[in-house]
C-alpha cells in the first residue's frame, strides 16, 4: 500500500463560520460574497440557499433572483483565516505532511501515524470530533489510497460526511457511470471536447483510452490514468524554503531589437507566472525582470515591495523595469515574483470575488490580450490554459517573433 490519504473539505465554510457566530442565522438561506446590487458572486452559501439553486461561483445577481429572500453578507476573510489557521493546527498533529490547497480544505498524509486502515479511520474521526468540538464546525472526510480518491471521497456524503475508497478498484467502480466531470481535473472545456467525441462517463475515458490520449497529449494519459484510479501523487508539504520564488524566462531562437514585441512577451510571462503563484497559493511582494543580452551580458531588474495582485500589475511592473535597462538586442527575456508568503486562502479572495479593482485589471488583460491577438491573428484569450505550457508558449512566442515585421501599426 503506497498512500493513505486524508482529505478534509469544511462544509459551506464561510457560511457555517458566520451561523456559528451568529445563531439567528441558522436555518436561513445565507450567502457570502457580493451584495445583489453589485457586481460579483457567490463565495459561498448555506445549505438552505443550496435548496434555492444558489451556489458558490454563481452571478450574485442570478443567485439573487433565485433566492429573493436570502441574507446576503459580505466575507470576513481575516476571520476565516483566523479558523483557518486554527483547524490547520488541529489536522496537521495527525499527518506526516499535510497540504493546504484552500482555507478550508487540506490533503493529510497519514500513513505513518496510522499504520493500516483502522488506525486511519480513527484518525478520521478524531479529526471530525475535534474539529467540531473546538471550532464548531462540520467537516467532511475522505479516506483514500490516492489524492484524487480521497477528495471524490470527501464529497460522497457532504456535509458531515464520510467516506473512505480503499483501492483503484472501488476508485473505478464508484465513478464509472458518473458525468467525465467527476474527475477533477475535467472541467467544462476539456468535458464540451470529450463529450464531442461521445465520451460521456468515467467508463467512456476508460474504453476510449487512445482517443483521449490523442486528444489531449500528455494531460490526456493523465487523465485516462485517473479514469483508471491511478495516481500515485504524494501529499506536498509547504517548506518556507520553497518560498523564494516564481519566474518564467524565454530564449529566443534569434535576437529580438524590438521592445515592443519584448513587451508582449513579458505580458505573456507574467501571466504564467501568476497561474503558477495562485496554484500553488503564493502570494508575492516583489517583481524581478532578467534580459540577456546578444553578447551574454545579464542585467536584472527588481522592484520590492509591489502591491500582491494579477498578472496585469505584474506586467505593468515588469514593463517600468524593463524601461530601466539598456535598449540593445535580447537573446533571453525573463519574469519573476519573489518575497513570497504562503497565502492558504487564496482561492477566492475578496478581490477576485468583487473588487472593482480586479474587475478593471481583468478588464485590461482581456482588452491587451485581444489587441495581442488581433494583431498575430492568434486566439490568446481562448487558449489561456495552454499558454501555461512552456512549450507552447515558446511555440506561440517564435511564431509572433518571426511576424515581428509586420508591427509598425502597433503601440
Ligand atoms: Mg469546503
Redesign the pocket.
Known amino acids: 500500500m503506497k498512500n493513505i490519504i486524508i482529505h478534509v473539505?469544511?462544509?459551506?465554510?464561510y457560511a457555517s463560520v458566520e451561523i456559528r457566530d451568529n445563531p439567528a442565522l441558522k436555518g436561513r438561506p445565507l450567502i457570502i460574497g457580493s451584495m445583489p446590487n453589485e457586481r460579483g458572486v457567490v463565495a459561498?452559501c448555506s445549505y438552505e440557499a443550496r435548496k434555492y439553486g444558489v451556489h458558490s461561483g454563481m452571478n450574485i445577481k442570478e443567485a439573487y433572483r433565485q433566492c429573493p429572500d436570502g441574507i446576503y453578507m459580505r466575507p470576513n476573510f481575516d476571520k476565516y483565516k483566523r479558523v483557518s489557521a486554527q483547524l490547520h493546527d488541529i489536522w496537521k498533529t495527525y499527518a506526516s505532511a499535510s497540504e493546504y490547497i484552500?482555507l478550508?480544505?487540506a490533503y493529510l498524509d497519514v500513513k505513518e501515524r496510522a499504520k493500516d486502515w483502522n488506525g486511519a479511520r480513527k484518525i478520521a474521526r478524531f479529526i471530525k470530533q475535534r474539529t467540531k468540538e473546538e471550532a464548531g464546525l462540520s467537516?467532511?472526510v475522505g479516506l483514500a489510497y490516492s489524492k484524487t480518491a480521497a477528495k471524490t471521497a470527501s464529497e460522497e456524503k457532504k456535509p458531515d460526511g464520510y467516506f473512505e475508497i480503499l483501492d483503484a478498484e472501488a476508485f473505478r467502480e464508484l465513478l464509472a457511470d458518473r458525468d467525465v466531470r467527476s474527475l477533477y481535473t475535467v472541467g467544462p472545456k476539456t468535458a464540451e471536447k470529450l463529450n464531442a467525441y461521445g465520451i460521456h462517463t468515467v467508463l467512456d475515458i476508460r474504453n476510449n483510452r487512445e482517443r483521449v490520449e490523442k486528444l489531449f497529449g500528455k494531460k490526456g494519459i493523465w487523465i485516462a490514468d485517473l479514469a483508471m484510479g491511478i495516481d500515485d501523487r504524494d501529499v506536498i508539504p509547504y517548506r518556507s524554503e520553497d518560498a523564494k520564488s516564481i519566474s518564467r524566462e524565454l530564449t529566443f531562437q534569434e535576437d529580438v531589437s524590438d521592445f515592443v514585441f519584448l513587451k508582449e512577451v513579458l505580458f505573456l510571462l507574467s501571466l504564467s507566472v501568476e497561474n503558477r503563484a495562485k496554484r500553488v497559493g503564493f502570494q508575492w511582494k516583489g517583481v524581478s525582470i532578467k534580459i540577456t543580452y546578444s553578447d551574454m551580458k545579464s542585467v536584472s531588474r527588481s522592484k520590492s515591495p509591489v502591491d500582491c495582485g494579477t498578472a496585469i500589475e505584474i506586467y505593468n511592473e515588469a514593463v517600468r523595469l524593463l524601461e530601466q535597462v539598456p535598449k540593445m538586442t535580447v537573446r533571453l527575456v525573463g519574469v519573476g515574483i519573489y518575497n513570497l508568503s504562503r497565502d492558504e486562502y487564496r482561492q477566492l479572495t475578496f478581490d477576485d470575488l468583487m473588487g472593482d479593482l480586479s474587475k478593471r485589471h481583468e478588464e485590461e488583460m482581456r482588452e491587451v490580450l485581444e489587441a495581442l491577438g488581433n494583431h498575430y491573428g492568434l486566439d490568446f484569450a481562448g487558449n489561456l490554459d495552454k499558454l501555461q505550457h512552456m512549450e507552447t508558449l515558446h511555440k506561440t512566442v517564435e511564431y509572433m517573433r518571426k511576424h515581428i515585421k509586420k508591427s509598425d501599426t502597433r503601440t
Do not use: V
Not at 473539505?9 to 465554510?13: L, V
Open positions: 473539505d469544511m462544509d459551506a465554510f459561498t484552500a478550508d480544505e467537516c467532511s
